[in-house]
């Protein structure tokens, strides 16, 4: 029954088409390393980053055990060690490596672990090669499930290895990068929408995650959301009027942790020479006021709207905002890893998708009638819904193939280290 | 404007109600400490609970703070350091001495914090004797939010205290207690309840805290509550089919924490000679098998939800279901100071109110158009609305006078020291 | 043989003398507290101090332990848990309760304790009004091991209750204490010893623990010592020489732990209207110029003497100084429980007993020979021979019948709620 | 004067001997990396331990820092920020890069650090090619430091080395090596020594730092030795008689760190179908019982000291008994990276040099009249004499060249990742 729910999330898998995309997916993981040293692969700057070859072993080891231990008989990987190694939280598959352990294994190295993605794609596509109807059915949507897995490990290498170069004095560039100009975005402008029961959550004509489901019905009152992301220029404001010093701008918990933490302004930026520096993938720039804020907590997002005497959207308004927009923007196939200024002259809704994952104001939760996939693939979304927040729109890290209106992305609300941003809602 | 919003709480204030009122809540809380030996009225146990004497003086500063220095010009406090020692975390009204050191205050004595009650009791009294129509329309309702106030930290001191004696070898009781006689429940049945868009939050007709209000819609998906709490028998049986010991059946989070803290049954509860035996406010007993089960935190109601293939409420769920009952239950008024078993031979709706809160699966959040108390006031409720989940319905701890159908209690996942329990719900 | 090397320590131990000194004893720490409230007794500031109440139960748990239950068959305790909860640290005895947990015991109460303690005066006067010669022989050193014992824990009771109060906002003083004169001392002169084998450790005239033991010899090169204490107006001119800045002035373990801990002055010491205040046991006063500097650390006790182009003495220097010199000076005898300035125009050795602890530059070892006590007894000592340095000469709040020039203290050496302090030494 | 010191300790240097000296010290460093992968180089396993590429970076930056920033005006490093990055603990030169942080570093590159020691390199000898007697006078002895300073960080470039490997579960040898046959040692004897007043400290006839000086003179009773060293045979009896379950055995912080770590058995050792293994540089093997056992801490040695009725020798006690012995054993050069057994049929001292560090029960304390050299030199080793342990006598990862037996070696007493091990003493 689980199967057909995998099974369901892409009607008709089709050998070639999986294979393309399987191919593509796996190399871009490969050019988006290209740049680095071989020691930037190793190194896990904190428990919640991870090395870069890690990523790249552990989207293998994904193939590897939903795919490749099923659908082969006697399947041997290519070292025993590997499953223990790889695996990064799915219990039901046996006990994995600590997760803050993952930056003391120089071995296996990177060019072993290259080795090792070359072996699971011959056996991918041998499996591909090779498949009857029947293992197309079941395994053709596990194959595209692992695909997208590894798009979103194609994120978090980004916003790991940011983080990674962010702490090293010598902050070295991930690449030489073009920057958008210095210029100040249009006046903020509020769009509407209307009260009413509305269906959301994915309705099964394009892809979706088991989260985004089922489709169902929900009371929103009128609203309106800010017709474009929240920018520096304005955060400057928030920061000069003092706004990480004012406890009743803050949630409890937000301001417990801009305290102990000392924030004072987002994640990466510094002052020098009495202006706002950031550290970017193309090194250490002046920070451009017209483009989206990013790297905030839920916690700032959260007080910014305070401040600004708006709030964040719920996630159920966000989805009925971005009903029939196309999935364009700014995504990491762009190539600027970093976020740039709305369009000018156009007081429609701007930015919903790429630049940076919209903080809503909204809990993690099951949808009414979630049912997670069964086995171990089940523990892929379900069980993190609890004290986490959703975000919404993918950003310039995400693959444009990757994202869609009824993805919910999620993340603790102290998270910086993504490229998370916010636009504004605000009641009727 | 604010003023307002309070005055709306309780129309007509009148100040015979209000002192009749106000001296029964005051004087219920020092026949709640009455069988205390000074010294239990020392100790903060860890740092989330308060000693018993901080409870006392806490609530008498907030009637100072909120009160008494407004409507008296030129009003003394008794000392001119208790408006630091017994801030809780309003930090509009000045920065609170720190919570985690409340337990380093052996002065002033507790003879002391009675003064100091009676010094504000005088006060109050002396307002209410005195003030003009203008001013009881000001400072009425915040009079009454005082009272409230004062209900919540008489449940605090009693789940304090329970914490506190269960910590010490020697047990001490609170005080002698009977005991409902060991006994089974019925089977648990399920009530249902309809689709559609529902008014959820507070009228306006009965008391209300700001974070009820305003009254909005909506959408709910059919739904199925059980007939009554989980109870003791059933959540041995989760233990003993190895609950706790399966990570399949909890979230991420929850599981950390289960294998962290080495939780293996509720709070409080041991084995002696193969039995499960509690701490309760009546010294060490044997487990009641017919009991709802309480002192769970929201990770393992969560979990026994899973394995027993159903979930938890919603806190709009349960306001739907709690619609027309009446606030009836085994309430701190009844002396019981635990939870007893449900009706037998009754399969209408039980134990709806009192006996333990009930978990909901609905993360503390504002309602749609929430506005917070403005000032201080405002920092009673709207600053927690994150990581929090909302219980429901009141306990063996909290007063009949204090709850109703759209109030919203909320605590953090992992807390335990509450008498929480749930009950459970499921999708038709 | 371990009986007998108690035995040793107290030649002819003789019942009346034993029972006097137990009474006085005993009744001094009674005397110690009569000034507190009930709520006093209770609190666990830190885990390195303990309730007031735990200290007076546990020397009486000593006596029960280590004379009551062997010298008599079928002794009961009054209670069947105390031994366990005032049991401090002796594994040999049985598991005792955890140390950080002893501010959690709100009962058994004061007056509990206090009956305890007359339970236990009872039988160990009964004991010696009917104790055979033999059991003369065996117990009566181990009844004054106790006597020594409960001595120490008065010390500690006040340092103890000295942290506590310091930490309450109200700054309550212990007692209403009379203060020296403000006024500066002599100026330190130098006292010369020389070089040469000297015998070191207690000869065995006097009372001795085991760890003064064996008397052994050492050789010493020539080396000088300051006639009196350093000062509070010499440690001022140390501070206001940036002393705390300096890295290049402190011990690597130093200088990690006053960042760590944002030292800038002794314990208890802070600036108002310019000058600088400290809390003592009489009350918040006007830092002495003349008085010994103390509440210090032994980072910061070294820290001064090489700012000062010396060093601290070792314990040996300490106790060639001390040969000869009587047990006289500031003790807790005295009643003013703080330390006081030196005699005016005395050029020879002074401040060696009493007022405050000396730190030593030597580290907590075992003497060569040293043999430990048999059995539990032996923990009193000897397992603490390990990172901890040595202090010499009593304190204000020591008794003079406790101290000797042989007597060992020791403490981390970061430990500065103790009354420390120092004299400098000097090579030839 | 400090100079005068420096200067002292290495009489008439000479260029070209120093130049070979330097380079032979230089390259050796790089021979013992040459086996390793460059993902090795990076990883800071836990905040005691650094990075490969760290150490090999670091101590170049000593040379840079206090022999070329001095000698030539206008010196560049080859890096503006290396300076900063590469300081250890030299408060003195500047704020150093946060100890904790040194694994955070992927760049400079591996290759880059390689550059960097030869920039340093072609300086060095480029300055000694051209120096003037009175420059070869002031910078020759630093140089020399410099030298010994880089043979101090080989040894823990292994030690570092061997943590990081075991770490990981592919359990990667350094090498292949070759093993000792598996034979028991021979029985242990006591060598005597007579009581006296002897002369300890360097003399100034060999190389010397500084806190080996002043030479002074000591008394010691008579006492023993164990003619080798414990062997992991003997060390098993410890473990098989419940050595680490007996709190009468341990030190109160050793018990404490044994629980609270949960140690059952040296570190590296792990029981595998029922026989111990270990892991060692050459990867896993099976316990040889005839070899010294090593990766032990001062609580393990002290307690397996007290079950053998007997002690740890002083540091005193066991330069006395070096006296005379050639500095000869298994050193680095011998290219075991592992201890050997003691010889067979041989009942003089032996083992005294090489093989593992014998921690002694001396605390590491400034002999009398100790002066640090001036300067940032001075901290080199004068702040560490606090709360740390000497061991004296090198190990299988020293350099023959580097030992002498007046040198004290000096860590904390949980310290286990050193090739650390112990001896037995007694008093006659």
Chains 1, 2, 3, 4 share one sequence.
Not at 95 to 104: C, I, N
Request: glycine fraction near 6%; include cysteine.
């Amino acid at each position: 029954m689980a199967a057909k729910n995998v099974k369901d999330s892409l009607a008709k898998p089709d050998a070639e088409h999986l294979k393309e995309r399987y191919t593509a997916i796996r190399s871009f993981s490969e050019a988006l390393v290209e740049p680095l040293e071989t020691e930037d692969f190793v190194i896990q700057a904190v428990e919640h980053t991870s090395p870069t070859k890690w990523h790249l072993a552990h989207v293998s080891w994904f193939y590897e055990t939903f795919v490749l231990e099923k659908a082969f008989s006697n399947y041997e990987s290519m070292h025993p060690q590997y499953a223990y190694i790889f695996n990064s939280y799915y219990l039901q598959t046996g006990e994995p490596h600590q997760r803050s352990k993952r930056g003391l294994l120089s071995r296996p190295t990177v060019s072993e672990v290259f080795e090792y993605r070359k072996y699971v794609n011959n056996k991918i596509l041998q499996f591909l090669d090779t498949a009857s109807e029947q293992q197309l059915q079941e395994f053709g949507p596990v194959i595209e499930i692992g695909n997208h897995h590894e798009q979103q490990h194609q994120e978090l290498m980004l916003t790991d290895l940011k983080f990674l170069f962010a702490q090293n004095p010598l902050k070295p560039p991930y690449r030489e990068l073009e920057t958008s100009p210095q210029k100040e975005a249009d006046d903020l402008n509020w769009i509407s929408f209307e009260e009413g029961v509305y269906h959301i959550g994915n309705e099964g004509k394009e892809y979706t995650y088991d989260n985004e489901q089922p489709r169902h019905r929900k009371f929103l009152e009128p609203f309106e959301l800010s017709d474009r992301l929240i920018t520096n220029a304005e955060f400057i404001d928030f920061i000069e009027a003092d706004g990480y010093r004012r406890s009743e701008l803050w949630l409890d918990e937000g301001w417990a942790t801009v305290n102990e933490e000392e924030w004072r302004a987002p994640l990466y930026w510094f002052k020098k020479e009495g202006a706002w520096h950031y550290y970017t993938l193309g090194g250490v720039k002046k920070v451009n006021p017209g483009e989206p804020v990013t790297h905030l907590s839920y916690y700032e997002a959260d007080a910014y709207a305070r401040w600004a005497d708006a709030r964040l959207p719920t996630e159920a308004e966000w989805e009925v905002a971005a009903e029939g927009l196309p999935y364009e923007g700014n995504f990491v196939e762009q190539g600027l890893y970093h976020p740039r200024p709305a369009r000018s002259n156009d007081t429609t809704l701007k930015q919903m998708f790429g630049d940076v994952w919209e903080w809503t104001m909204s809990s993690y939760e099951p949808y009414p009638g979630y049912e997670p996939l069964p086995g171990a693939l089940g523990e892929y979304n379900g069980k993190f819904m609890c004290s986490q927040y959703v975000l919404r729109g993918g950003s310039c890290a995400t693959s444009q193939t990757h994202i869609r209106k009824t993805y919910r992305n999620f993340f603790y609300p102290d998270a910086r280290w993504q490229f998370n941003g916010f636009r504004l809602a605000r009641n009727v």
